[in-house]
């Protein structure tokens, strides 16, 4: 009957605005109605990439746009630098592995940020490295990892810095030029609060020299193709995209710019703040090294004496609140809070209501308002200067 | 750029389902398709008033439903004693003069409820009493009339009882025809959950009776053409209906079937209860006489040294949650907290917190979580055993 709140680390939450785009009638893709729709969404696209870099939408998950980032830059035997601190890393090291390029890994403990200084040992040991791949986001564990300063150390190098910004864009940092990202690739269901299913990547002038020069090892995903429709005096994709979809991220992106960036970052920074200190004063732990903290998703140890069965499965048929489980190894021992997109201290704070309701009913020990004070408290004026929250 | 959340006593917010049904296409208003939804949509209005009675869907607001409920049965120089405890009962005596009946009007100390003993009083001693207007639910007040105690009364003479159910139905409990209710009227924009700009009215026999002998003093809520448009063999309304609303109404009468008249009607008492311990526990004083207190919206008196502006300008401002103010002379001293329609404890959480924090931020002596904590209390396993809430 009722909606369940979504407040897991995507799909996330579609504002009605999006739905309502979204349900707009379909037109024709190849013409120049849906031309500008398409130049209009990736301007935008480039501006939340922080970037002057054309950017293109693939209808595909965040993963195609992970595997077109790999899949034109890679040839048989190419060296990859994959830093895998979680599920995600081990992704672009699996495509790396498909499109039989030859990983270099660069283990970080699951929780942890990936160390600058670590990568550039490598750099400077391992000849020949083509690429190197960074989850900015590591979702599986809500590590946020060091984007801008791995950047500063590729600067002396001639590898292309390839960044899965899938659950950050849009609500974390992602400065695409001025970090020297190289390409960038981002989902539609995370940050930026569309529906899944429509994935973007951008690249640089650097990036585009690496593609030139190698045969694309997938088809759908051959960006020189996208590049050559987007080229056309009527814009294109080089195969139908979802055209409610491109609405829905158009749409999407608008409200994006109305909020304005740089708000909508801090709105995010506010509300890792306020989960943060509303599961630490309600005696729980953060999975991930606190320093390292996602903006955008909170992994938790879900503690003693409470299944994640129980967990969960309370916060999903009682409170009508979705939350993450724990991913691979993490499963049963972790459950993740996602905090982004369209999410406020509203949502915030019935989460937490409801998670100190659940583990209560569960004879964990509890003042009830104890975490949601703690919430209310990062959101007093004092603590809070932000507009929209 | 956020959906600001209303916690108003109507209009309430929609689903998305009963949004999505609104924007179907608009179909001929005299064809069998459309028959068919306005039948099916009059079924379930008598469902949810509880009678065996035929129930006519009428495009305006409540009001127009309470006008075509007296200007159906009003001959002038006809008495009507109008209950009056708030500003809807006033407008029950405004339409009396309107239509040049004579009222009789029992005062009630607005914050009260009826006594049905004041009722059978004045029946007793005032001769030729046509019909008594009752409001269930005093949405300017917070006050739930004792509406099957004052039937009984009316059970021993000839006057029509007729009842505002504008701002209870589909929340609170309505038994039009155990009650003994000759005319109920309601509207869409409140525990119903629809959009507004439709109201509902049902009549029993006695009540025909009457109208049968009484020529309406209106031309657009003339009750007899919407009988006599009803009984065709594809069923209509006199004038064209908004077909969109219809469509709305449709869906969010399926909605209350599927969770169940019962269930829904319990759901809006625990949501009362929990506002009301909620707000007792940050030291407010409800507005309402608590006996007397309505399951659908709570009256609160603005506490001493805060203003109406600050309050509820920071709830809406600040906080993107919308209340209502006082009406009348009640304007600046009280605020009001709608919790209906498809309300649930993660919004009557959001809107508690919000208040404790408005009110702190103007030096409102409070501890945060401590209204909180009281509404988590009161949905707790033990005081709380419905499956939705």
Excluded at 244 to 265: C, D, H, P, T, V
């Amino acid at each position: 009957m009722y909606e369940t709140l979504l407040m897991i680390p995507g799909p996330t939450r579609v504002s009605s605005r999006v739905l309502k785009a979204m349900s707009k009638s379909i037109v024709n893709h190849r013409s120049a109605v849906f031309g500008e729709i398409l130049n209009d969404t990736n301007e935008m696209m480039s501006e939340v990439f922080q970037t002057e870099n054309q950017s293109y939408l693939i209808t595909g998950s965040g993963t195609a746009a992970m595997e077109a980032a790999l899949g034109n830059v890679i040839e048989k035997g190419d060296k990859i630098l994959n830093i895998v601190g979680g599920k995600f890393g081990e992704r672009f090291m699996q495509i790396t592995e498909t499109h039989q390029g030859i990983p270099v890994e660069l283990t970080v403990e699951w929780g942890n940020a990936a160390n600058p200084d670590d990568v550039r040992y490598i750099l400077e040991e391992e000849e020949d490295i083509k690429a190197v791949t960074m989850v900015h986001n590591e979702t599986s564990t809500g590590v946020a990892n060091p984007i801008e300063e791995i950047g500063k150390v590729l600067k002396d190098f001639d590898a292309l810095y390839v960044v899965d910004t899938v659950s950050s864009l849009g609500g974390d940092d992602v400065q695409v030029d001025n970090f020297g990202i190289d390409i960038c690739v981002t989902g539609s269901q995370k940050c930026l609060a569309a529906p899944p299913g429509m994935a973007a990547i951008t690249l640089n002038n650097n990036a585009w020299n690496v593609v030139d020069k190698t045969k694309s090892k997938t088809y759908y995903l051959d960006l020189k193709k996208y590049r050559k429709s987007g080229e056309k005096t009527v814009p294109e994709t080089p195969y139908t995209p979802s055209v409610s979809l491109m609405y829905a991220m158009n749409e999407a992106l608008k409200m994006i710019m109305e909020e304005g960036l740089e708000a909508r970052i801090k709105r995010h920074e506010q509300a890792a703040k306020a989960t943060i200190n509303g599961v630490k004063a309600m005696g729980l732990e953060l999975f991930a090294n606190e320093e390292a903290s996602s903006a955008t998703v909170t992994a938790i140890n879900i503690p003693e004496g409470m299944t994640d069965k129980n967990l969960r499965g309370t916060m999903r048929n009682k409170y009508r609140i979705e939350l993450a489980g724990g991913q691979d190894h993490l499963k049963g021992n972790v459950f993740r809070i996602g905090h982004m997109g369209n999410i406020t201290h509203r949502e915030i704070i019935s989460t937490i209501a409801a998670l100190e309701m659940s583990l209560k009913e569960y004879g964990y020990e509890i003042e009830l308002g104890t975490g949601v004070s703690a919430v209310q408290e990062t959101y007093m004026p004092g603590n809070n200067t932000l507009e929209f929250f």
